[in-house]
């Protein structure tokens, strides 16, 4: 496996490659991240991993500076995984000297988490269009964990008409069905305790949708009252969305979305603590 710095040992690497897959993150690989480099390996001659701490993805009270940086352990995670070469490049590589574009996608990018962090989305989207230029990959592969990240870089990658078929991946979670996030190790103990609450809740709104109930204000009312019963989660959003626009819904439509194959979906931000949880589900 190659760690390579700058844009031109990255061409190097890349040079005469057949099909590449790509997988970006900010590193603190976990087992999710891991899914999507196996994930890439099935599918491509040479898998490219991305770290790269992006600074523009972060409001200025949020955690750029304590989030974890464990670059040798992700090297030994990214090779058992099967990526072929390591990107991670300092921030002058990404935003050199004049750098001034930035990618905004708007609409979809609005409701739920760009309620609570604007900028966020401008953020990732400006950062992953860089990076696709950069690596030109035929493929790349998002956690649906990050499920509005994922509608955001779609609608971006329509739009832009840039050369790259997105693969959605399904959430990886640990045992007790919390979501597994780089971030869940700045929970305490009794915090990683509740935290699977918020999968739970998720849960209840998928069987009473399939036990029939269609109406959004009550699958709503339901997920989120079953949080807000431990006091101790500070529930930001819970809400029911259309799939792939995250339009607000009344009901749950009769037909799936062609490629995320879901009728709507189900997502929730909450704070336990200083730590921000998110997660989704689903309704297929
Ligand atoms: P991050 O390092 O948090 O930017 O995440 C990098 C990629 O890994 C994104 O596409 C995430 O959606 C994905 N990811 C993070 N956590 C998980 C998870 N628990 N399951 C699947 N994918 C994940």
Redo the contacts with the bound molecule.
């Keep these: 496996m190659l760690i390579v710095r700058t844009e031109c040992e990255l061409r190097t690497a890349l040079n005469g490659k057949q099909s590449v897959g790509f997988v ?4 603190a690989l976990h087992a ?2 891991c ?2 480099i196996e994930r890439a390996r099935t599918e491509n001659d040479t898998v490219v991993l991305s770290i790269f701490v992006n600074p523009k993805q972060f409001g200025p009270n949020e955690d750029f500076d304590s989030y974890p940086r464990t670059f040798q352990e992700d090297k030994e995670k990214a090779e058992v995984a099967g990526a072929d070469i390591v990107f991670a490049p300092t921030a002058d590589v990404i935003y050199p000297d004049g750098f001034s574009t930035s990618v905004d996608v708007s609409a979809v990018a609005e409701p739920l988490c760009g309620g609570g962090r604007p900028g966020h989305f401008k953020g990732v989207a400006t950062v992953v269009a860089r990076l696709f230029g950069l690596v030109q990959p035929n493929r790349a592969y ?2 649906l ?2 499920m509005q ?1 994922c509608m955001v870089l779609q609608r971006m990658v329509l739009d832009l008409a840039i050369p790259v078929q997105l693969v959605l ?5 640990e045992a007790d069905g919390l ?4 971030r869940n190790q700045y929970l305490n103990g009794r915090e990683r305790e509740i935290a699977p609450m918020i999968y739970q809740s998720l849960q209840q709104v998928l069987s009473a949708y399939e036990g029939g109930e269609n109406s959004v204000a009550t699958l709503e009312l339901l997920g989120r009252s079953q949080l807000a019963a431990c006091t101790e989660f500070e529930v930001e959003y819970f809400e029911v969305r259309s799939v792939p626009n995250l339009a607000e819904l009344k009901s749950i439509p009769e037909t799936a979305a062609p490629n995320i194959e879901a009728k709507a979906v189900c997502a929730v931000a909450a704070r336990l603590g200083t730590t921000r949880l998110i997660d989704n589900i689903l309704l297929k």
């Design positions: 970006p993150t900010m590193g999710g991240h899914s999507l998002f956690g964990k990050d990240q991946c399904p959430t990886v979670r979501a597994m996030s780089s």
